[in-house]
Nanobody, 126 residues
Framework: QVQLVESGGGVVQAGGSLRLSCTAS????????MGWFRQSPGKEREFVAR????????DYAAFVLGRFTISRDNAKSTVYLQMNNLKPEDTAVYYC???????????????????WGQGTQVTVSS
């Protein structure tokens, strides 16, 4: 089974930027849809962004539109989340996950992703 490891989290001031990485080992990610989710204390895990297998299309949650960009480098087995203009409400643990393609319905449900990383903490101070 492919192991996913996130990195790049940290503490940043509001308005700042971070770039998260998710690197896979033990296999390739090229056959999977890849997604980013986040979870804050007391809240359910929520969808942030997802990208198709070849990277030609992406979807975003409304609250990150225009601020976050998901990308992938299949040769490096790595998915990225570039986060700009960060806000305190973006504070959360960010997770990457993989999902099989050709599933019915939108890919914003955590239940459609079967392989998860351990998460990386992002803290945005005001």
């Amino acid at each position: 089974q492919v192991q996913l490891v996130e990195s790049g989290g940290g503490v940043v001031q509001a308005g700042g930027s971070l770039r998260l990485s998710c690197t896979a080992s033990g296999g390739t990610i090229s056959t999977y849809i890849m997604g980013w989710f986040r979870q804050s204390p007391g809240k359910e895990r929520e969808f942030v962004a997802r990208i198709t297998r070849d990277g030609d299309s992406a979807d975003y949650a409304a609250f990150v539109l225009g601020r976050f960009t998901i990308s992938r480098d299949n040769a490096k087995s790595t998915v990225y989340l570039q986060m700009n203009n960060l806000k305190p409400e973006d504070t959360a643990v960010y997770y990457c996950a993989s999902a099989r393609a050709f599933q019915i319905g939108p890919m914003d449900s955590p239940q459609k992703y079967r392989n998860w990383g351990q998460g990386t903490q992002v803290t945005v101070s005001s």
